[in-house]
Every structure is written in C-alpha cells, then in structure tokens.
C-alpha cells in the first residue's frame, strides 16, 4: 500500500545519488589534470546542491548522494556533461531516504500489519 502525498505535504528537495564509474584507460594523473582544467573541485557540486555523502569504491568509482531543490536537476546535468564526462561514465538515480519507511513498515508488521 503507498501512502498519498498531497502537494503540500512534497518535500521541497529531492535526493540524487550519482554513479562516477571510473574510466580505467587513463591513470590518476591523467583525469585529475583533466578535472583541474574544467574546474571541476570548484563547480561541482553546483551552488544550491549540497553533498549528503560521497564515497569511492576501489575499482567501481564514485557514489555521491546529492540534496537538492527539483528545479536544480537540469543544473546539475549540465555541471556533468560539462565537466564529468571524459572522466567518469555517469549514472543518476532519484533516490529517497529509506529509514523512516523501513521504521513505519516495521512499526506496522509488529502491528500485525502487512
């Protein structure tokens, strides 16, 4: 069963979690001369986004997890084409915070709910 979310009651921002896969043809000098040259540290992520976490898994890549209004999506696509690719291969996911599901869902089975 899902449970209705009227406008009012919609978050004001959305998660974002964005896969950076590492490009294994070039070594860590290379692409960090690369995202050097396009600015990379200083405009990603951009102004109004911020970083909930951001973790490297050795031989996969980066996993950021990003806190933003909606209406930034578009901004944030565009700092990835502009300064990711050639790098990194990119993947999105819309992503929500789980926990308080995961803990109402709990609460109900022990309820004797579904």
């Not at 031989?59 to 999506?73: A, D, R, S």
């Not at 995961?102 to 309820?111: G, L």
Request: glycine share 6%.
């Amino acid at each position: 069963m899902t449970e209705n979310v009227t406008p009012a009651d919609a978050p004001q921002t959305m998660l974002l979690t964005v896969v950076l896969r590492h490009d294994q043809s070039n070594n860590l000098d290379a692409f960090q001369e690369r995202l050097k040259a396009v600015e990379w540290w200083e405009r990603f992520p951009p102004e109004g986004v911020k970083v909930v976490s951001w973790t490297v898994a050795m031989g996969f890549g980066q996993i950021v997890t990003l806190e933003l209004p909606p209406h930034l999506l578009p901004v944030v696509n565009v700092e990835l084409e502009r300064s990711a690719w050639g790098v990194f291969r990119t993947e999105c996911y819309p992503t929500y915070d789980f926990v308080p599901v995961h803990a109402r869902i709990r609460e109900r089975v022990r309820q004797g709910g579904k």
